[in-house]
Nanobody, 117 residues
Framework: VQLQASGGGLVQAGGSLRLSCAAA????????MVWNRQAPGKEREFVAG???????WYGDSVKGRFTVSRDHARNIVFLQMNSLRPEDTAVYYC????????????WGQGTLVTVSS
């Protein structure tokens, strides 16, 4: 199983980025896909999640600015990030857990997002 995250980079405050996480080797529809992030010196933080049926939920700090979506045909989950702030700077990780379970089974390698002020 592989989760390959991409799309990170350097962006100015107020800008946008779209992250992608391509999943391979698992039955995509059986999994809840989640984006988490970790800033330097801080604990890992939940960002957004999406169920197989399309239901979504978000961390308080990103509500109204970020949108998570998934493409079942291509086994990809996206994170559209708008109105970025310097405090969004972090390594963003995608993770997968089976529907109905709390433990993550798989993690991607992370992609760095840097937002300059």
């Amino acid at each position: 199983v592989q989760l390959q995250a991409s799309g990170g980079g350097l962006v100015q405050a107020g800008g946008s980025l779209r992250l992608s996480c391509a999943a391979a080797g698992l039955t995509f529809g059986d999994y809840v896909m989640v984006w988490n992030r970790q800033a330097p010196g801080k604990e890992r933080e939940f960002v957004a999640g999406i169920a197989s049926g399309g239901g979504t939920w978000y961390g308080d700090s990103v509500k109204g600015r970020f949108t998570v979506s998934r493409d079942h045909a291509r086994n990809i989950v996206f994170l559209q990030m708008n109105s970025l702030r310097p405090e969004d700077t972090a390594v963003y990780y995608c993770a997968a857990r089976r529907t109905g379970r709390s433990q993550f089974e798989y993690w991607g390698q992370g992609t760095l997002v840097t937002v300059s002020s």
